[in-house]
């Protein structure tokens, strides 16, 4: 074999092993997460492109059609709710409230356990002591009860409300977080940054937190249901979003009411919600499979 050839192995060889290039390549063969992914973005772009789907507004009224079962040739695909609106709209709409509720209550908290469980898990001592602590106490404390405080006093602004509940949110993710982080922060490549003078700003930046990006993605596919479910409970107590606006939680609320007379009225939200869920957790467990590195 001649000298080029031998150059040239490696590189063949070992093209495209980066950890991000093998992730893609391992979920791709997962064929319920690709599935369960296609599912989420029908659904994601199904929401967005709500008024250009049915040709009926979200809040408008029809008096002669309440409680009216679905009708394709009218255009109410999935019947109409005990005012006349149209089912179909409706639920779609309350899928941009309730996604997009969903991705900001994500952020907040992916925003402050990043942050908090990065810090205390590289300073360590007494700092990261009572840091968790604080984690422990908010842990002692009944969640629900802080979910039900938080819509009493936002509840005629669910984007402030639900970027306080991402607020309190965050626990899970800062112990993921600060775990990875004990672990990194005695490797070589963090040895030798501080042997070199950066700054632990720095190295938190740079070497420590993008280094537990393999799990934080992974659990932010898992907060999205989490955070629809509690936007879902809030509103099917009547304490989320208000009229006439509505999310899959108001729905259901709705539809349980005249689930006697009207099945279709629940059928269709809860479908749609439980749909969504499902293929959001085959994601992540999709996502948690292809980035394990004891599986590669």
């Known amino acids: 074999m001649t000298e080029a050839a031998l150059r040239a192995t490696p590189t063949t060889e070992f093209e495209g092993r980066s950890l991000w290039a093998d992730a893609r390549r391992r979920f791709a063969r997962n064929r319920a997460a690709m599935a369960s992914l296609v599912i989420v973005l029908l659904v994601t772009v199904a929401c967005i492109l709500a008024p250009w789907i049915s040709p009926h507004p979200y809040d408008a009224v029809d008096w002669d059609r309440m409680l009216a079962p679905p009708d394709w040739q009218a255009g109410y ?3 109409t709710d005990a005012n006349g609106r149209d089912l179909f709209v409706r639920t779609l709409y309350g899928g941009q409230v309730s996604l997009s509720i969903a991705a900001v209550a994500t952020l907040v908290s992916l925003a402050i356990g990043v942050i908090w469980g990065a810090v205390a898990g590289f300073v360590g001592g007494r700092i990261d002591a009572a840091m968790m602590r604080i984690v422990d106490i908010l842990y002692a404390l009944p969640f629900v009860f802080f979910v039900i ?4 006093i936002f509840t005629r602004n669910f984007l402030l409300m639900y970027v306080a509940i991402g607020a309190v949110s965050w626990l899970d993710m800062a112990r993921i977080v600060r775990g990875q982080t004990l672990s990194l922060k005695r490797k070589e490549f963090v040895e030798a940054a501080e042997a070199g003078g950066v700054s ?21 596919t898992l907060t999205i249901p989490q955070v629809i479910l509690i936007e879902s409970f809030v509103s099917f107590l009547g304490l989320g979003v208000q009229e006439p606006s509505a999310s899959w939680g108001t729905m259901i609320n709705e539809g349980a009411n005249v689930m006697e007379i009207a099945p279709w009225a629940l059928l269709y939200p809860a479908t749609v919600l439980v749909a969504t869920l499902i293929a959001l957790n085959f994601v992540g467990d999709g996502l948690r499979d292809a980035l394990d590195p004891k599986d590669r």
Do not use: S
């Open 149 to 152: 405080l938080l819509t009493v």
């Open 77 to 79: 695909y999935f019947g």
């Open 200 to 220: 632990r700003f720095n190295i938190l930046r740079r070497h420590i937190i993008p280094n537990t990006l393999g799990p934080v993605v992974i659990y932010m």
